[in-house]
């Protein structure tokens, strides 16, 4: 269920913050939103200059909208565009164009930041992994990112694809192995990890489908567009003038049985096309148990789920809350999710780099972190961190 690759310790929940050849550290990270944001009501004037009110599938998403508990979404400066208000929706070389102009852009000032919250240049980055469920074009946002930094051709990279929310945390995963097989190898890494979405671009496409078969996708209701970066190094480069965040300590990654068809992401004339199954929240809070546990055992925890704080995906109250039941938590340690979700909505990928980010500025917090998002597949993502206070 994963790369089982740690560093035990005897006891966790005293064990002192200290780091040794295996050390993982997030060293700088970084979240950054568009600077427009909406609420339900602009939604709902959206949705009604193209569609009329009584249609059935509007009604319900309308619904949906209003009880979503989202009071903000920050969304990219096309919601005004004639371009994307015509009667039929853009295609996907608009989507493409949009998605390259605004998230690169966007992705490029995330990473400025966790580079300087990292106290690390741009030239001296050696991998960069990089994801995103809201574009597929080639070559991918990631290299017109690096060129655009400065960060070297010869740096290794990394472009995740099909992990939808889940994506995050399998950037982090992935550059945690990178890292660690670099410490074998006695070379230092300085890892950046960029996650990027601009969700807003397939709304129109969303609701046409839906006027189409008169069906309702929640998407145009939850998601927004963000960017979010983080650097993780070796302690090949842990010198006392580097920051310490969170280290990483264990990750799991693990797929839950017969439940492919209940999250999807499908391409389109349009763009892309969310499918999401009433059944996924009681899919993503049963799978949340067994990596925890694994997660414990093999690093030598004898702490139970409220000893942590959490970072759960914020894909909506009842993921959040789903979460919350299975592993039995108080509110406050979901706090940061919650925040995230009613400020941002669901920003895929993003999001849970974003709810790590504003974790690690509050106060009063735990050592002990467990991050976790979900994705297609239905996979699930979990990160068993160090909060360095």
């Given at each position: 269920m994963g790369?089982?690759?740690?560093?035990?310790?005897?006891?966790?929940s005293?064990?002192?913050?200290?780091?040794?050849?295996?050390t993982?550290?997030?060293t700088?990270?970084?979240?950054?939103w568009p600077s427009?944001?909406?609420?339900p009501?602009?939604?709902?004037?959206y949705?009604l200059?193209h569609?009329p009110?009584?249609?059935?599938?509007?009604?319900?998403?309308?619904?949906i909208?209003e009880q979503?508990?989202i009071?903000?979404?920050?969304?990219?400066?096309?919601?005004?565009?004639?371009?994307?208000?015509?009667?039929?929706?853009p295609?996907?070389?608009?989507?493409?164009?949009a998605?390259?102009?605004?998230?690169?852009q966007?992705?490029?000032?995330a990473?400025?930041?966790?580079?300087?919250d990292s106290?690390?240049t741009?030239?001296?980055?050696?991998?960069?992994?990089a994801?995103?469920a809201?574009?597929?074009?080639?070559?991918g946002y990631?290299?017109?990112?690096?060129?655009?930094?400065?960060?070297p051709?010869?740096?290794?990279?990394?472009?995740?694809?099909?992990?939808?929310?889940?994506?995050g945390l399998a950037?982090l995963?992935v550059?945690?192995?990178?890292?660690r097989?670099?410490t074998?190898q006695?070379?230092?890494a300085?890892?950046l990890?960029?996650?990027?979405?601009?969700c807003s671009?397939?709304?129109?496409?969303?609701l046409?489908?839906?006027?189409?078969?008169?069906?309702v996708?929640?998407?145009?209701?939850l998601?927004?567009d963000?960017a979010?970066?983080m650097?993780?190094?070796n302690?090949?480069?842990?010198?006392d003038k580097?920051?310490?965040r969170?280290?990483?300590?264990d990750?799991?990654?693990?797929?839950?049985?017969?439940?492919?068809?209940?999250?999807?992401?499908?391409v389109t004339s349009?763009?892309?096309?969310?499918?999401?199954?009433k059944?996924?929240?009681?899919?993503?809070?049963?799978?949340?148990?067994?990596p925890?546990?694994s997660?414990?055992?093999?690093?030598g925890?004898r702490?139970?789920p409220?000893?942590?704080?959490?970072a759960?995906h914020?894909?909506?109250?009842s993921?959040?809350k789903?979460?919350q039941?299975?592993?039995?938590?108080?509110?406050?340690?979901?706090?940061a999710?919650?925040?995230?979700?009613?400020?941002?909505?669901?920003a895929?990928?993003v999001?849970?780099?974003?709810?790590?980010?504003?974790?690690?500025?509050?106060?009063m917090?735990?050592?002990?972190?467990?991050?976790c998002?979900?994705g297609?597949?239905?996979?699930?993502?979990?990160?068993?961190?160090?909060?360095?206070?």
């Amino acid at each position: 269920m994963g790369a089982i690759l740690s560093n035990p310790a005897n006891d966790a929940s005293t064990y002192p913050l200290q780091e040794d050849e295996s050390t993982l550290m997030i060293t700088g990270l970084a979240t950054k939103w568009p600077s427009k944001l909406i609420g339900p009501k602009d939604m709902k004037a959206y949705a009604l200059n193209h569609y009329p009110e009584n249609a059935p599938w509007l009604q319900s998403l309308l619904k949906i909208n209003e009880q979503s508990g989202i009071q903000t979404r920050a969304v990219v400066d096309i919601w005004d565009d004639p371009q994307w208000n015509r009667d039929i929706p853009p295609t996907a070389e608009d989507v493409d164009t949009a998605f390259r102009n605004y998230g690169v852009q966007l992705t490029k000032a995330a990473a400025l930041d966790a580079l300087s919250d990292s106290h690390i240049t741009p030239s001296s980055v050696t991998h960069v992994v990089a994801v995103t469920a809201t574009n597929a074009g080639s070559p991918g946002y990631d290299q017109i990112v690096a060129r655009e930094l400065g960060i070297p051709a010869t740096a290794e990279r990394a472009l995740l694809a099909g992990v939808g929310c889940a994506g995050g945390l399998a950037a982090l995963r992935v550059a945690s192995n990178l890292a660690r097989a670099a410490t074998l190898q006695h070379q230092e890494a300085r890892i950046l990890i960029i996650a990027c979405e601009i969700c807003s671009i397939q709304i129109r496409a969303e609701l046409h489908a839906a006027s189409q078969s008169h069906t309702v996708g929640i998407g145009p209701a939850l998601f927004g567009d963000g960017a979010a970066a983080m650097v993780l190094c070796n302690s090949y480069n842990l010198s006392d003038k580097i920051p310490r965040r969170f280290s990483v300590i264990d990750w799991r990654t693990c797929i839950t049985p017969r439940t492919h068809e209940d999250m999807s992401y499908q391409v389109t004339s349009n763009g892309f096309l969310l499918s999401l199954s009433k059944q996924v929240p009681k899919y993503t809070a049963a799978s949340l148990q067994m990596p925890f546990q694994s997660l414990l055992e093999t690093n030598g925890k004898r702490l139970s789920p409220v000893d942590f704080d959490w970072a759960v995906h914020p894909g909506g109250l009842s993921i959040i809350k789903g979460a919350q039941m299975a592993m039995k938590l108080p509110d406050e340690a979901v706090m940061a999710s919650y925040e995230i979700y009613r400020s941002r909505g669901n920003a895929s990928s993003v999001a849970v780099l974003a709810v790590l980010d504003r974790l690690r500025s509050m106060e009063m917090r735990k050592q002990d972190v467990i991050a976790c998002s979900f994705g297609p597949g239905l996979t699930t993502e979990m990160v068993l961190l160090k909060r360095w206070l």
